[in-house]
Every structure is written in C-alpha cells, then in structure tokens.
C-alpha cells in the first residue's frame, strides 16, 4: 500500500520561509516523480513543482526563484523548501506521485500573512 505522510507547514509572515516533507512509503520511490501542489479556498488545485526520478525539477512561474523541490532517495523524501513568501502563496500543499495510480499525501496548511 502507498503512503504519502506529510509534515511541515503552518503560518509565517511575509518574506519568512518554511518547508515540507513528504515521506513515502509502498512505492519504488527512487524511480518515481514527484510533485507538490497546492489548492487555496475557492480555487482549483494546482502543480507548484515537480521533481523526476533523475532529479530534473520544473516549478510553476508563480513559485519560481523562490521555492525548491529535492528528493532524498535514501530516506524516500520529498521536501519543498519556500522562500520569500507571500500571502498568495496561502493554501493547503499536498504531495503526490503515480505509481499505479495517483497517490495523494493527507495536505498540510501554509499560512502566509501580510
């Protein structure tokens, strides 16, 4: 069974940073991509980042410069690490990857207030 157990997150202001971690268990992780999004109230969910298999990584242009995906293959953990937040960043993050089938961590808030 994949897991995806999340950690981090929480509320920061302005320019502050944080970082989460997902942790994957069930899956060949070293082999697989992985992504974080992001869904704030009233808005579709959507891909902030994503890193491959190999370590290639791609971030959406609201995100870019300021937030970085890496992957820990020993320890099967995914983090991103933000920087320079900012209100808009606010919404609930989650992490997923497909093996199979999507596979969703449990989400974890981010806060950034002005």
């Known amino acids: 069974q994949v897991r995806l157990v999340q950690s981090g997150g929480g509320l920061v202001q302005a320019g502050g940073s944080l970082r989460l971690s997902c942790t994957v268990s069930?899956?060949?992780?070293?082999?697989?991509?992985m992504d974080w999004y992001r869904q704030a109230p009233g808005k579709e969910r959507d891909l902030v980042a994503t890193?491959?298999?190999?370590?290639?990584?791609n971030y959406s242009d609201s995100v870019k410069g300021r937030f970085t995906i890496s992957r820990n293959n020993a320890w099967n953990i995914v983090y991103l690490q933000m920087m320079n937040l900012k209100p808009e960043d606010t919404a609930v993050y989650y992490c997923k990857t497909y093996w199979h089938r999507d596979h969703w961590g449990q989400g974890t808030q981010v806060t950034v207030s002005s």
């Open positions: 890193i491959s298999s190999n370590g290639a990584t």
């Open positions: 069930g899956a060949a992780f070293k082999y697989a991509t």
